[in-house]
């Protein structure tokens, strides 16, 4: 196998196992896709952070977070704050069943507010930074001189699995037409979004 395709396969191999997981970002992905709302904005400002993160820990940005701690501390204070506070809304859609509704066209969200959602939720969250700018740009170093293939390659994964989890999800609408699929769901949310914001926090205690 030619070294620039196995880097750029590694690169893919790692991007997915690192994103293809329950996660704040993931789970508003979903429910906006389940929703038909703002799909493609939401969409790409995950692809293209992930892309700008990518290339950063590539470029050796991991170093320089890692020897500033005090960076990622203040940074996981907000983003546990953040991912409280949402986890708690999703809690109350989800004991408000009147609230949850799949009509395509009601109740929208403004697009400036859900591009301010996802920017947090992709942001202000440490572990973006752990993981794809400190974890993925240090094994990146291990393909010396293709780098850039391992960054196209993990730039691929990103794209292709939030596309796949925003624009795939209308698959399963049939289900979420009943507002005890929603209930289910907004209450895993809400538990998923306060055990990662308890995560961020129980390090500085």
Not at 30 to 47: F, I, K, N, P, S
Not at 54 to 68: D, L
Not at 144 to 151: D, E, K, L, S
Request: glycine fraction near 12%.
């Amino acid at each position: 196998m030619p070294p620039t395709l196995l880097a750029a396969l590694s690169g893919l191999g790692l991007g997915l196992s690192l994103i293809v997981a329950i996660g704040a970002q993931n789970a508003f992905v979903l429910r906006q896709g389940l929703r038909r709302e703002h799909v493609g904005a939401v969409v790409a400002v995950c692809a293209v952070s992930d892309a700008v993160l990518i290339a950063a820990g590539v470029a050796g940005a991991g170093a320089v977070v890692s020897a500033h701690p005090g960076v990622l501390t203040a940074v996981r204070l907000g983003g546990a704050a953040f991912l409280a506070a949402y986890g708690l809304l999703a809690a109350r859609r989800a004991l408000r069943p009147q609230v949850l509704d799949t009509a395509e066209g009601t109740g929208r969200t403004p697009l400036r507010t859900t591009l301010a959602t996802v920017l947090a939720l992709t942001w202000l969250n440490p572990h973006v930074y752990l993981d794809t700018v400190v974890l993925l740009g240090s094994i990146a170093q291990g393909h010396p001189g293709r780098q850039g293939w391992f960054a196209a390659g993990a730039v691929l994964g990103s794209v292709a699995w939030f596309s796949a989890l925003g624009w795939g999800a209308r698959l399963l609408r049939p289900v979420f037409a009943r507002p005890g699929a929603w209930r289910v769901l907004d209450g895993t949310i809400a538990v998923v979004m306060l055990a990662l914001a308890a995560s961020l926090v129980r390090p500085l205690l």
